[in-house]
């Protein structure tokens, strides 16, 4: 009777701790039965980069947060999950290319955020359309500024920070979007000269020339010219993740990523990049093993994410034979599985029942 009681009293204790940390946090615990799954990716869609150099889209910092404000993840989005199973809600996901808490040269800021509703027994995806988040200011001197202000500058200031201009600065100078305010500043003075209000995506060019009154030195005190260089202001210009532009799928530099795969289908000769995440592909819906050991050395599947294990989130790549086969298969190479790789060859509509890439001439490593 004693041991009976124990092991009721027992019971009882685990079951409220258990029902103590479901409390505390409602994504522990997961239930197929009552929960949804979310994920996230980049929008395959058509965009563009304009004349920006992007940072690689994996080294991205992702963070997802319930409606409570707790977080789900955050670190870098090669890293993520491919999915999460959660409690039916609201979660927001968000991605950025780099912090930016204060003006900086050369520092474009690409991001997203997205709020998603999950319902339980439904699959929920958070589409990520990065574009310019910040944006950019960047002068034009005319040689008659540094005649008239010897050693003079322009500084730029904003709420949360302020850049200096000397005249041989050529680098674009970022900023969070709203106001910010050009002083010219010389040995002897300091001068607002204009306030502009930018917005996010917008990299405005201000042209700056000093032509001296007729009679007056050109050693100070001209009269100071400002023009608004309107055919360098990208107002137009979205700054999206992905690239269509000439000389996409070139090189390394440019290859496609996985989620554009499908869209180029026929095009030869062309670099893709992503990670190796499995092997031993076949036909069947599940026709992928993402763990070793493997067996096939014909084949290999990469995928935007290292930690991606699906069939239908992977592009087939066919390792014919010869050195390229003997340098990738998963047989002889084991350690190559979670490589981000860049892979040159034929995009094919279908190989193993998903977009593939064979005929390689070429690869590398990060």
């Known amino acids: 009777m004693k041991a009976f009681t124990r092991f009721i009293q027992g019971a009882a204790l685990t079951l409220s701790v258990m029902l103590s940390l479901t409390l505390a946090s409602c994504n522990k615990f997961p239930s197929d039965s009552g929960q949804g799954t979310l994920r996230w990716n980049f929008s395959p869609g058509a965009l563009t980069r304009a004349m920006l150099e992007l940072p690689d889209t994996d080294s991205f910092r992702l963070k997802v947060v319930n409606s409570a404000n707790a977080i789900l993840y955050e670190g870098n989005y090669g890293d993520s999950p491919e999915s999460m199973l959660v409690n039916p809600g609201t979660y927001t996901v968000s991605v950025v290319s780099r912090v ?147 000389g996409a799928g070139t090189s390394p530099a440019r290859a496609f990523g996985v989620a554009q795969v499908k869209d180029h289908a026929g095009e030869k000769g062309v670099w893709v990049c992503g990670y190796i995440v499995g092997g031993d592909l076949s036909s069947s819906q599940n026709g992928i093993k993402f763990e070793g050991p493997f067996d096939s050395m014909t084949n290999i599947a990469i995928a935007a994410r290292s930690s991606v294990s699906e069939k239908s989130s992977c592009v087939s790549v066919q390792l014919a034979k010869g050195e390229i086969r003997d340098a990738l298969n998963l047989v002889q190479n084991p350690d190559l599985l979670g490589r981000k790789i860049y892979l040159k060859g034929d995009i094919e509509a279908a190989y193993y029942g998903l977009p593939g890439i064979k005929n390689l001439t070429g690869y590398s490593f990060e």
């Open 100 to 246: 930016f808490e204060s003006p900086e040269f050369d520092a474009p800021q690409f991001g997203d955020e997205q709020v998603v509703v999950v319902r339980a027994g439904a699959v929920t995806h958070a589409r990520l359309e990065c574009s310019q988040l910040n944006c950019g200011l960047r002068f034009r001197f005319d040689p008659d500024f540094s005649e008239t202000y010897h050693g003079g500058l322009l500084e730029v200031s904003s709420t949360e920070g302020s850049l200096s201009y000397a005249p041989s600065e050529t680098r674009t100078g970022f900023f969070k979007p709203g106001n910010v305010s050009v002083t010219l500043k010389d040995s002897s003075s300091s001068t607002p000269l204009l306030t502009r209000n930018l917005a996010a995506r917008e990299i405005l060019t201000i042209g700056i020339s000093c032509p001296s009154s007729p009679g007056q030195s050109s050693t100070g005190g001209g009269s100071l010219s400002i023009r608004v260089d309107t055919m360098r202001t990208w107002l137009e210009e979205e700054f999206r993740i992905g690239s269509q532009e000439p």
